[in-house]
């Protein structure tokens, strides 16, 4: 059994910075691929930032440069610093893990950035 436990979501305003926090337990070995993905309401769900075991990180062009992806492999957590949030960034923000042999989802946390 594998558990992902999303913390740091909540209501911000436009400008401001969150921290989400993602830690993985249970099961989970080979951690290939850690990331977070987004669902705004009537969107489809979206990558926001990835990163690979040996730290190669992807973002998506809408949060380069505002957003940090990072990982600690010892304690299988991943953390998404989102810096300069925009209305635009409201979301339910999910945790995602991937290896070889599983992909597994966190429950989300509500992002909401107020203008």
């Known amino acids: 059994q594998v558990q992902l436990v999303e913390s740091g979501g909540g209501l911000v305003q436009a400008g401001g910075s969150l921290r989400l926090s993602c830690a993985a337990s249970?099961?989970?070995?080979?951690?290939?691929?850690m990331a977070w993905y987004r669902q705004a309401p009537g969107k489809q769900r979206e990558l926001v930032a990835s990163?690979?075991?040996?730290?190669?990180?992807d973002y998506a062009d809408s949060v380069k440069g505002r957003f940090t992806i990072s990982r600690d492999n010892a304690k299988n957590t991943v953390d998404l610093q989102m810096n300069s949030l925009k209305h635009t960034d409201t979301a339910v923000y999910y945790c995602?893990?991937?290896?070889?042999?599983?992909?597994?989802w966190g429950q989300g946390t509500q992002v909401t950035v107020s203008t």
């Open positions: 249970g099961n989970v070995f080979s951690i290939r691929t």
């Open positions: 990163i690979t075991n040996v730290g190669s990180t």
């Open positions: 995602n893990i991937k290896s070889t042999y599983y992909n597994y």
